[in-house]
């Protein structure tokens, strides 16, 4: 990716981390942010996706819902957001990026994976409109 490019979208990530609320930010000590260019070959072929900008986000770990004192989770939380699939996804059907676009998508993307930390499955994400 182009430095300008990841540039651009790193200022607007940080305008959406700054705009989200307190007890969303501090989730961030829990389950760490990571901003990659696009999705490694190897998620991919786990998630059998072909298409690396199809992929905005990814959540890895033990959703809270199942979890127990019996059986606490012995893999680290993460999030995972990809820039070059946020790109793709905040551009309009001509391919024009637009700002407000941008800001939005990742804020959605950041919500809809923390949402899967929370045990929500893509239907219920949806249906909260973080899709």
């Excluded at 609320?21 to 829990?30: A, K, Q, S």
């Excluded at 809270?64 to 309009?92: K, Q």
Aim: hydrophobic share 40%.
């Amino acid at each position: 990716m182009h430095a300008k490019l990841r540039d651009f979208f790193d200022l607007r990530l940080e305008h959406v981390l700054a705009s989200l609320p307190e007890r969303i930010t501090r989730l961030f000590d829990e389950v760490p942010l990571h901003v990659e260019d696009f999705p490694s070959p190897e998620i991919m072929r786990q998630l059998n996706v072909s298409d690396r900008g199809s992929l905005c986000g990814l959540y890895t770990g033990v959703p809270l819902t199942n979890r127990s004192v019996d059986h606490p989770s012995r893999m680290p939380d993460v999030v995972t957001i990809y820039r070059e699939g946020i790109l793709r996804a905040a551009e309009n059907e001509l391919g024009a990026l637009t700002e407000p676009e941008l800001i939005r998508q990742i804020r959605i993307t950041i919500l809809h994976e923390l949402a899967h930390y929370h045990g929500l499955e893509e239907a219920e994400i949806t249906d909260l409109g973080y899709e």
